[in-house]
């Protein structure tokens, strides 16, 4: 049951950004996709501090993208909309909520950079915490983010991802929802 409920009520995420010189970040695009991988939302967002650091080799965006990009406050309206009630699919989700002002139940949250059953699968030290592109080569033998990172890209790559080890999903990335966390009690 957890499974199709996943299956129908999920939505895969990924956000790229500029910003001012320096290290400050802002939502630049964002970019939602169905379990099935068609794009529910791709916009292009225009922050409220002008971006003068585009960071065009990680972010694929360049100045003539924002052109009539959409302002944040109704990208962000919009974006919420989408994800409203669904569990949310991603790869190191944590900038990505912070840039949308964004605080998820945690139960709704998929986020494939901390998954241990993906680890395992990629035949990696469930330590180590590795890059999107390095679990999607060696888990779906695929190369993405060759050139620049394309935000619909990797979000389907992250739903993909995930699709791979669905069924195990909670046990694995977090043991106190598995059963065998709570025989020592019964």
């Not at 888990?139 to 620049?148: C, E, M, T, Y």
Request: hydrophobic share 35%; net charge positive; charged share 25%.
């Amino acid at each position: 049951a957890v499974v199709s409920t996943q299956r129908t009520g999920s939505s895969g995420i990924n956000a790229e950004y500029g910003g001012p010189k320096g290290r400050r970040s802002a939502l630049a695009r964002c970019s939602i996709v169905s379990y099935e991988g068609e794009i529910l939302y791709d916009g292009f967002v225009k922050p409220m501090m002008p971006i003068t650091d585009y960071r065009t080799k990680w972010s694929g965006i360049r100045p003539k993208d924002m052109v009539g990009a959409t302002p944040v406050i109704e990208a962000r309206r919009v974006i919420l909309k989408h994800l409203k009630g669904k569990f949310i699919v991603g790869h190191d989700l944590r900038n990505d909520f912070e840039a949308l002002a964004f605080k998820p139940h945690s139960r709704l949250v998929k986020d494939t950079s901390t998954c241990v059953a993906l680890r395992h699968l990629a035949g990696l030290d469930a330590n180590r915490k590795p890059s999107l592109r390095v679990l999607t080569r060696l888990i779906r033998g695929l190369d993405i983010q060759k050139a620049s990172h394309c935000s619909v890209e990797d979000a389907r790559a992250a739903l993909e991802l995930f699709k791979a080890v669905e069924d195990k999903w909670d046990e694995t990335s977090n043991p106190y929802l598995g059963d065998s966390y709570w025989e020592h009690l019964t």
